[in-house]
Antibody, heavy 119, light 106 residues
Framework: EVQLVESGGGLVQPGGSLRLSCAAS????????MHWVRQAPGKGLVWVSR????????DYADSVKGRFTISRDNPKNTLYLQMNSLRVEDTAVYYC????????????WGQGALVTVSS | DIQMTQSPSSLSASVGDRVTITCRAS??????LAWYQQKPGKAPKLLFY???RLESGVPSRFSGSGSGTDYTLTISSLQPEDFATYYC????????FGQGTKVEIK
């Protein structure tokens, strides 16, 4: 069974940092693009970042470019999102998701990790 | 970047009703569209992509159509488990979601 489990969420002050992890099981992530998608409380879905199967290509939404870094450890079957210079508007549930066949279509999602940025 | 506009933002319907949700892109693309269902407190679930390619396990009452800038999601006969929020998403370049359509019980 394919599973994605996020961890590392929590409360952080504006300007602070947090690293999210996404542990995959039931498949090997080195065959897939992986993504992060977020959802602010009561709001819609927003794509955040993606990374190619071998880690050679990364891409970011403009709103997080220069502050967030996506990475992966294929031997550990784990995806990461390093979030620096956090802002109040980064408060959201962060989902990791698997890309389908090289497309930015998300067929499996984690349960989400809540990140709250507040003083 | 492509902008995706869904309509309506919410609707009320009864069990058995036919429901149609529309998604309009700010520029055209060739079927690079996916639809998701999200229930409260849960992760989204992929329904189909490529405008009409149904995911395994998704009931056949769900269907999609469209091309260019205009796409639709149709639920032919609404069931109690279909009350949820639905999102379209372009995967033509930067992944972009519509703002969502909440389907509520009438």
């Amino acid at each position: 069974e394919v599973q994605l489990v996020e961890s590392g969420g929590g409360l952080v002050q504006p300007g602070g940092s947090l690293r999210l992890s996404c542990a995959a099981s039931g498949f090997t992530i080195n065959n897939y693009w992986m993504h992060w998608v977020r959802q602010a409380p009561g709001k819609g879905l927003v794509w955040v970042s993606r990374i190619k199967s071998d880690g050679s290509v990364t891409d970011y939404a403009d709103s997080v470019k220069g502050r967030f870094t996506i990475s992966r450890d294929n031997p550990k079957n784990t995806l990461y999102l390093q979030m620096n210079s956090l802002r109040v508007e980064d408060t959201a549930v962060y989902y990791c998701a698997r890309g389908v066949g090289g497309y930015s279509v998300f067929d499996y999602w984690g349960q989400g990790a809540l990140v709250t940025v507040s003083s | 970047d492509i902008q995706m506009t869904q309509s309506p933002s919410s609707l009320s319907a009864s069990v058995g009703d036919r429901v149609t949700i529309t998604c309009r892109a700010s520029q055209g693309f060739s079927n690079s569209l996916a639809w998701y269902q999200q229930k409260p407190g849960k992760a989204p679930k992929l329904l189909f992509y490529g405008a009409s390619r149904l995911e395994s396990g998704v009931p056949s009452r769900f269907s999609g159509s469209g091309s260019g800038t205009d796409y639709t999601l149709t639920i032919s006969s609404l069931q109690p488990e279909d009350f949820a929020t639905y999102y379209c998403q372009s995967f033509y370049s930067t992944p972009t979601f519509g703002q969502g359509t909440k389907v509520e019980i009438k």
